[in-house]
């Protein structure tokens, strides 16, 4: 049974912070892990990585995967209270496989 | 432009009913999928599509059926609602790169 695990469930910082989430997971023919972030309604996306070592950015986000170690991290810098949400991570794996399993995801809260 | 649209966007209901939750996209995409979210669960998936004709079980499908007779909806129906379904339920779709689009949820309550 593939498994996707979040860290930490929640976390508070202040704005300006640089937060680090984490995603590990075990799963059977991995093909790639995704990022959503959550606001109030639906999850959206942000990053699709496939390859170890290349690391996607947009803006302040930036995420990395480590097939080896089977892990990836979500970067957030200079944290405003816009990044408040549940960021969810993703895993695709299995040949003709196109459903994703999901972490419980990390709650960020920003405050001022 | 494209979208995944859910109704009802709240739903209210009581033991035993039959309820269906609509989904429909215009992205032209042939995989659609249902996930049900609660808290200390994430996101679970219910019953996923591959194209018209085309359904199957996902983790949680127990209660739940789908039916796709055209590439546009995906209609999810619990055939007689309990509490434990009581939840945010969210449809999705993709091309096949991977990569889902969400619709807005559907809350649903089971009195």
């Known amino acids: 049974e593939d498994k996707v695990v979040q860290s930490p469930l929640s976390l508070v910082v202040h704005e300006g912070d640089t937060v680090t989430l984490n995603c590990s997971y075990e799963v059977t023919n991995f093909r790639s892990l995704l990022w959503y972030k959550q606001e109030k309604k639906a999850p959206t996306f942000l990053f699709m990585l496939?390859?170890?070592?290349i690391e996607k950015k947009s803006g302040r986000l930036s995420s990395i995967l480590d097939k080896k170690e089977l892990f990836s991290i979500l970067n957030i810098t200079a944290t405003q209270t816009g990044d408040s949400a549940i960021y969810l991570c993703a895993v695709n794996s299995g040949a003709g496989s196109y459903q994703l399993t999901f972490g419980k995801g990390t709650k960020l809260s920003v405050i001022p | 432009d494209a979208e995944i649209t859910q109704s009802p966007r709240h739903k209210i209901t009581e033991t035993g009913r039959q309820v269906t939750l609509a989904c429909h996209q215009t992205w032209n995409h042939n995989n659609m999928f249902w996930y049900r979210q609660d808290l200390g669960h994430g996101l679970r998936l219910i019953h996923y599509?591959?194209?018209?004709?085309?359904?199957n079980k996902g983790e949680v499908s127990d209660g739940y059926s789908v039916s796709r007779s055209n590439t546009e909806d995906l209609p999810l129906t619990l055939e007689s609602a309990a509490s434990s379904q009581t939840s945010v339920y969210f449809c999705?779709?993709?091309?096949?790169?991977?990569?889902?689009?969400f619709g807005s949820g559907t809350q649903l309550s089971v009195l």
């Open positions: 999705a779709s993709s091309s096949g790169t991977g990569k889902l689009f």
């Open positions: 599509s591959y194209g018209v004709q085309d359904t």
């Open positions: 496939t390859s170890s070592g």
